[in-house]
């Protein structure tokens, strides 16, 4: 007589969104063992539809709150593309440096305020306050900086108000941007190093687990690629943005809302893990310091370490960030309008990294300068089938664990991939049966 | 105070950036903790409720499941905030409102399109009674700051009834008709201090409408700025979906 499993876990704490997590094994046999997205759909492309060129990215923004700013991103860059407006190199680079802040503003909330919960075993941040008021400080320091940097630049962290199509409705003044560039290394650089010290202490606490997966991101080769680049999968090399359809392929699974993905396998990931195994030789050598303090190697095949990925490409945004500052300072900002006038009507794609992973837009505008049609493949619905996929290799590894041991390792490994489920449904929960 | 007050969080359908907005209080964080307890944040902790004295909840219903879990939250709650526009108006998840439903589906989903029960995009007034509204998308951090300190002191919140124009007006800006653009500050509820006009851009009318709105002449006055009676209807109804055309 072999095991019995039945395991169910309902709305899954400490992720963005709806999700349960389902696992039945009977006789030792594993029947099902996957997460089920019941998020509410949100129908966005449908939404999309008609609406004029100005309000697409404020419609996708409202995606998801967490990810507002690299929806508003990839948006810009696919109406750009569709409408011919080519934009000036400082729109570019106050653009990326509102990408970095946005990154390291959500890896620092789900490193230290959703993960970090399970490694000193409390059941949220909260508990943290009294045990270890000093980690719980330098967070809402990193946190409240990376904000500011979104607030100086774009009016406000959460869905920014002046980035537009072709620049930006209002632009940052020096002063204020020299005063960020004080806060970073003066503030976040340090604390962004106690947090990876402290993550290294609890770095016996990551599950030891493995399985062979594809991974994809953007890659460059001019940076650490996020803003830009092309798209490159561990397993077949680099290709460009128009090929996105081919390189994500969703297709619709019942037990989830949100669409599922394949390209070379069963499944792929994308995320912080990713842009590691394939963009590790782009990162400055502070970053590559915090990855070997933290025992984090290339082509790493644990998706526990994609949390370590967040806090090392962290100290990569912030140094990058201090740099954008420079050049943008040492130029002087330039007083500049958002270049709004089509050149052409037709299909536009963007293709950026969100903190999530790799994220893409498709628009086609027609001559008055409406949406015809739209398609918004998020992270987190590219990720469901890796994940289903490390359950089925995970549960038969631990099964002696017990139900409850079996249901915290799963939620954990869940949360590993810091899932957007608002995202992906355009849509997270755990739930076991025997 | 004796017993803090029990505070639970809860989302349905929107974007969470309300929520998170929450966990961006950095600087004020510890002191809200100080006076309220926590018991219930899906999004942030583990663990559920029986009794809440106040409850946020963030969200427009959309699903069966929503409007069952509603009810469940009013019945066990004293005091329910409706946060941010989606559970104000239904927000821009309405937009899906004005088109057959059906169609909608069918874009998104396919052949599959059964697979996923769904409803108009409802804000939570629709359902259950709300007692306070903070309005924005996303709720702005001032504002709910100023209803949580009311609510923790016994005190009813007020909500703002007059337009964004007042408020820009106040912060000296430059009329956003002036810089040849169009706004919707004249027929929106005031309370963001005009944070999109201050940072260059127009009011797209997400803290919903002004009590008993002249929608017509604001109709006219984008008509008279350039835009066809279409797109006109189609920017007012961006965020106000609902109200406009009658669905709630």
Same mark, same amino acid.
């Given at each position: 007589?072999?095991?019995?499993?039945?395991?169910?876990?309902?709305?899954?704490?400490?992720?963005?969104?709806?999700?349960?997590?389902?696992?039945?094994?009977?006789?030792?046999?594993?029947?099902?063992?996957?997460?089920?997205?019941?998020?509410?759909?949100?129908?966005?492309?449908?939404?999309?539809?008609?609406? +004029?060129?100005?309000?697409?990215?404020?419609? !996708?923004?409202?995606?998801?709150?967490?990810?507002?700013?690299?929806?508003?991103?990839?948006?810009?860059?696919?109406?750009?593309?569709?409408?011919?407006?080519?934009?000036?190199?400082?729109?570019?680079?106050?653009?990326?440096?509102?990408?970095?802040?946005?990154?390291?503003?959500?890896?620092?909330?789900?490193?230290?305020?959703?993960?970090?919960?399970?490694?000193?075993?409390?059941?949220?941040?909260?508990?943290?306050?009294?045990?270890?008021?000093?980690?719980?400080?330098?967070?809402?320091?990193?946190?409240?900086?990376?904000?500011?940097?979104?607030?100086?630049?774009?009016?406000?962290?959460?869905?920014?108000?002046?980035?537009?199509?072709?620049?930006?409705?209002?632009?940052?003044?020096?002063?204020?941007?020299?005063?960020?560039?004080?806060?970073?290394?003066?503030?976040?650089?340090?604390?962004?190093?106690?947090?990876?010290?402290?993550?290294?202490?609890?770095?016996?606490?990551?599950?030891?687990?493995?399985?062979?997966?594809?991974?994809?991101?953007?890659?460059?080769?001019?940076?650490?690629?996020?803003?830009?680049?092309?798209?490159?999968?561990?397993?077949?090399?680099?290709?460009?943005?128009?090929?996105?359809?081919?390189?994500?392929?969703?297709?619709?699974?019942?037990?989830?809302?949100?669409?599922?993905?394949?390209? +070379?396998?069963?499944?792929?990931?994308?995320?912080?893990?990713?842009?590691?195994? +394939?963009?590790?030789?782009?990162?400055?050598?502070?970053?590559?310091?915090?990855?070997?303090?933290?025992?984090?190697?290339?082509?790493?095949?644990?998706?526990?370490?994609?949390?370590?990925?967040?806090?090392?490409?962290?100290?990569?945004?912030?140094?990058?960030?201090?740099?954008?500052?420079?050049?943008?300072?040492?130029?002087?900002?330039?007083?500049?309008?958002?270049?709004?006038?089509?050149?052409?009507?037709?299909?536009?794609?963007?293709? !950026?990294?969100?903190?999530?992973?790799?994220?893409?837009?498709?628009?086609?505008?027609?001559?008055?300068?409406?949406?015809?049609?739209?398609?918004?493949?998020?992270?987190?619905?590219? +990720?469901?089938?890796?994940?289903?996929?490390?359950?089925?290799?995970?549960?038969?590894?631990?099964?002696?664990?017990?139900?409850?041991?079996?249901?915290?390792?799963?939620?954990?490994?869940?949360?590993?991939?810091?899932?957007?489920?608002?995202?992906?449904?355009?849509?997270?929960?755990?739930?076991?049966?025997? | 105070?004796?017993?803090?007050?029990?505070?639970?969080?809860?989302?349905?359908?929107?974007?969470?950036?309300?929520?998170?907005?929450?966990?961006?209080?950095?600087?004020?964080?510890?002191?809200?903790?100080?006076?309220?307890?926590?018991?219930?944040?899906?999004?942030?902790?583990?663990?559920?409720?029986?009794?809440?004295?106040?409850?946020?909840?963030? &969200?427009?219903?959309?699903?069966?499941?929503?409007?069952?879990?509603?009810?469940?939250?009013?019945?066990?709650?004293?005091?329910?905030?409706?946060?941010?526009?989606?559970?104000?108006? &239904? &927000?821009?998840?309405?937009?899906?409102?004005?088109?057959?439903?059906?169609?909608?589906?069918? /874009?998104?989903? &396919?052949?599959?399109?059964?697979?996923?029960?769904?409803?108009?995009?409802?804000?939570?007034?629709?359902?259950?009674?709300?007692?306070?509204?903070?309005?924005?998308?996303?709720?702005?951090?001032?504002?709910?700051?100023?209803?949580?300190?009311?609510?923790?002191?016994?005190?009813?919140?007020?909500?703002?009834?007059?337009?964004?124009?007042?408020?820009?007006? #106040?912060?000296?800006?430059?009329?956003?008709? /002036?810089?040849?653009?169009?706004?919707?500050?004249?027929?929106?509820?005031?309370?963001?201090?005009?944070?999109?006009?201050?940072?260059?851009?127009?009011?797209?009318?997400?803290?919903?409408?002004?009590?008993?709105?002249?929608?017509?002449?604001?109709?006219?006055?984008?008509?008279?700025?350039?835009?066809?009676?279409?797109?006109?209807?189609?920017?007012?109804?961006?965020?106000?979906?609902?109200? #406009?055309?009658?669905?709630?």
């Amino acid at each position: 007589m072999g095991t019995n499993l039945d395991i169910k876990v309902h709305h899954l704490t400490r992720v963005e969104g709806h999700g349960d997590i389902v696992v039945n094994m009977r006789d030792g046999v594993l029947e099902k063992a996957r997460l089920e997205i019941v998020e509410a759909p949100r129908y966005f492309e449908a939404m999309l539809k008609g609406r +004029n060129f100005h309000e697409a990215a404020i419609i !996708t923004s409202r995606i998801c709150g967490i990810c507002s700013l690299g929806h508003q991103m990839t948006s810009f860059k696919a109406t750009e593309q569709a409408l011919g407006l080519e934009v000036s190199e400082q729109t570019v680079l106050l653009r990326k440096l509102l990408v970095h802040g946005a990154t390291i503003q959500s890896n620092v909330l789900h490193a230290l305020f959703l993960a970090a919960p399970d490694f000193l075993k409390v059941g949220s941040v909260f508990p943290l306050v009294g045990t270890h008021p000093e980690v719980v400080l330098a967070a809402l320091r990193m946190k409240r900086l990376a904000n500011d940097i979104g607030e100086v630049v774009s009016g406000r962290a959460v869905h920014p108000i002046s980035c537009v199509p072709g620049g930006f409705t209002q632009l940052p003044s020096a002063k204020s941007l020299a005063v960020l560039r004080e806060r970073l290394e003066k503030q976040m650089l340090p604390d962004l190093v106690f947090a990876a010290d402290v993550v290294a202490t609890l770095a016996g606490e990551i599950p030891d687990f493995r399985r062979e997966t594809e991974f994809i991101s953007l890659r460059s080769d001019d940076d650490y690629a996020l803003y830009d680049g092309d798209i490159c999968s561990t397993d077949t090399g680099r290709v460009p943005d128009r090929e996105y359809r081919r390189m994500s392929n969703e297709f619709v699974v019942p037990h989830s809302t949100s669409k599922h993905c394949k390209v +070379n396998r069963s499944s792929y990931m994308v995320g912080a893990l990713a842009r590691w195994n +394939n963009n590790h030789d782009r990162l400055c050598p502070e970053a590559l310091g915090v990855a070997a303090k933290l025992g984090l190697k290339p082509d790493c095949h644990n998706p526990f370490m994609n949390t370590v990925a967040q806090v090392v490409e962290s100290v990569h945004c912030c140094l990058d960030a201090m740099a954008i500052l420079d050049r943008l300072l040492a130029a002087g900002i330039r007083d500049e309008v958002p270049n709004q006038d089509p050149t052409r009507h037709g299909t536009g794609i963007g293709a !950026t990294e969100v903190p999530r992973g790799i994220l893409y837009h498709e628009y086609t505008y027609d001559r008055q300068g409406r949406i015809t049609a739209a398609n918004c493949i998020i992270p987190t619905g590219q +990720n469901l089938a890796n994940i289903d996929d490390d359950m089925v290799k995970l549960v038969p590894e631990v099964v002696d664990r017990g139900e409850a041991a079996i249901a915290h390792l799963l939620e954990m490994l869940v949360r590993a991939y810091d899932p957007c489920i608002s995202c992906s449904v355009h849509m997270l929960d755990v739930k076991f049966t025997r | 105070m004796a017993n803090k007050p029990r505070v639970g969080i809860f989302d349905f359908t929107g974007c969470e950036g309300c929520e998170l907005n929450q966990l961006n209080f950095e600087d004020q964080l510890l002191d809200i903790l100080e006076h309220v307890e926590i018991v219930e944040w899906r999004e942030a902790m583990d663990g559920r409720s029986e009794e809440l004295d106040i409850a946020f909840v963030e &969200g427009a219903l959309s699903t069966p499941d929503c409007i069952k879990r509603i009810h469940e939250i009013r019945r066990k709650t004293k005091v329910l905030v409706a946060l941010g526009a989606c559970a104000v108006q &239904g &927000g821009i998840n309405a937009l899906k409102n004005i088109r057959p439903i059906e169609q909608v589906r069918e /874009e998104v989903y &396919g052949q599959d399109k059964y697979l996923f029960p769904t409803l108009p995009a409802l804000p939570l007034s629709a359902v259950v009674k709300v007692d306070v509204n903070v309005r924005g998308c996303p709720m702005t951090q001032l504002e709910f700051l100023k209803v949580f300190t009311a609510l923790v002191m016994g005190k009813a919140p007020i909500e703002p009834g007059n337009s964004v124009c007042t408020e820009c007006k #106040l912060k000296d800006n430059e009329c956003v008709y /002036e810089k040849g653009m169009i706004c919707l500050g004249p027929v929106t509820r005031a309370g963001c201090d005009a944070q999109c006009p201050t940072f260059g851009q127009y009011c797209t009318g997400c803290r919903g409408l002004v009590p008993e709105p002249n929608v017509e002449a604001m109709q006219e006055i984008l008509v008279a700025h350039g835009l066809s009676m279409d797109d006109a209807r189609k920017k007012l109804q961006l965020f106000n979906a609902n109200q #406009l055309e009658g669905v709630s």
